[in-house]
């Protein structure tokens, strides 16, 4: 019997009550749905042009078959073929496998990461002729995707795994990111070789690095020493962001530039050291509304300099 003075709830409320989803939870769930329904279909397109490239040349059917049609999914797909790239005599591919596997589906956050990166590949580099040859042959999508695993190693405590991970990308692709970096999604690096990213950095969603980049300390500071980079950014190939400076969402940084101070967002920086195009004091403000997905390199060219070739 309820207690003296309150009325115990009907079944029906009582069940209403504990099954009734709030709406937070609703939008979780139809995001998580429609998160899986876009990775299924880009896996879905990834073995349609895979099964077409074996039919084209034989030479690459048993190659096509063993690291991506003969696999159920993406996460099953790229961890095994990860652990093959990355395996040395001591660290064997089938520990790799079982490693990046059970990152991967035990944070489908990785998963949705991987496709944004497929994508951003895919749309932005016009030398890119499909998702299955940037899964496979794409150095700079594999090593953003090799990295997010050693990064939730790091944030697990496993910094010695980590670490020997972060040694074996940078061994194989050339491309140095510590563990404890943060990356976003919807991320390229355009060829990527040469491409150094220190402990602190901090690269926000849709921008695009070009090889040869370096986010990098000054040498004098401890603690938090690396570059803050904003969303949809882009950094042109060498240039060189060096300290705990701030690029601004939606900036460029030219080719070949030194940056040591802040850049505001949407404005670009170029030369070394870099100034802004348009003066300190009113810096040109570039109408792109996002540079890191347009790769437009040279739109400031005409207020920059008269000198043409």
Known sequence: MPPAGKLQNSPEKQSNEIFQPSESESAAAISAAAADAEAAGLWTQIKAEARHDAEEEPALASYLYSTILSHSSLERSISFHLGNKLCSSTLLSTLLYDLFLNTFTSDPSLRNATVADLRAARVRDPA???????????????????????????????????????????????????????????????????????????????????????????????????????????????????????????????????????????????????????????PRNDDEECPGESMDHTSFISEWSDYII
């Open 128 to 282: 890119c002729i499909s998702f299955s040859q940037c899964l496979l042959n794409y150095k700079g999508f594999l090593a953003i995707q090799a990295h997010r695993v050693s990064h939730k190693l790091w944030t697990q405590s496993r910094k010695p795994l980590a670490l020997a991970l972060h040694s074996r990308v940078s061994d194989v692709f050339a491309v140095d990111i510590h563990p404890a970096a943060k990356i976003g999604r919807g991320i390229l690096l355009d060829h990527a070789t040469g491409v150094v990213i220190g402990e602190t950095a901090v690269i926000g969603n849709n921008v695009s690095i070009l090889h040869h980049v370096t986010l990098g300390g000054t040498g004098k500071a401890c603690g938090d020493r690396h570059p803050k980079i904003g969303d949809g950014c882009l950094i042109g190939a060498g240039a060189t962001i060096l300290g705990n400076v701030k690029i601004g969402c939606g900036a460029k940084v030219g080719a070949g530039s030194v940056v040591l101070i802040d850049v505001p967002p949407r404005a670009t920086a170029v030369g070394n050291p870099a100034r802004l195009v348009g003066g300190k004091e009113k």
